[in-house]
């Protein structure tokens, strides 16, 4: 399992750690990543994802992952969220 989030395409970083007598030896920054279930008001059902902590405040702030989905560019997106987006899409057609 890959440590990238499926909404925003957050991944790990790298860098130093650097002690105090200034010894620099590689390291990486992991993204903080949990495993949710988030609903979906258009579909009507839970969908699991692994998204990073700032991720799931944005799908919060934005009103719920439906509305997240709308907004988010679809480079950003893993395949499973690309899936997601046309299928909420398709549903909210389908009553327009």
Do not use: W
């Not at 002690?19 to 949990?34: E, G, I, Q, W």
């Not at 997106?77 to 909210?92: H, T």
């Amino acid at each position: 399992m890959s440590r990238v989030c499926e909404l925003t395409g957050k991944g790990p970083m790298v860098g130093n750690n650097v002690s105090h007598a200034k010894n620099r030896t590689r390291r990486r920054f992991l993204p903080n990543l949990n495993d949710v279930t988030l609903q979906s008001e258009t579909l009507g059902r839970g969908i699991k994802m692994r998204i990073s902590a700032s991720a799931l405040r944005s799908v919060d702030h934005r009103g719920g992952l439906d509305a997240y989905l709308a907004k988010a560019k679809d480079t950003e997106l893993s395949a499973n969220a690309q899936k997601v987006k046309k299928e909420i899409a398709k549903a909210q057609a389908a009553v327009a």
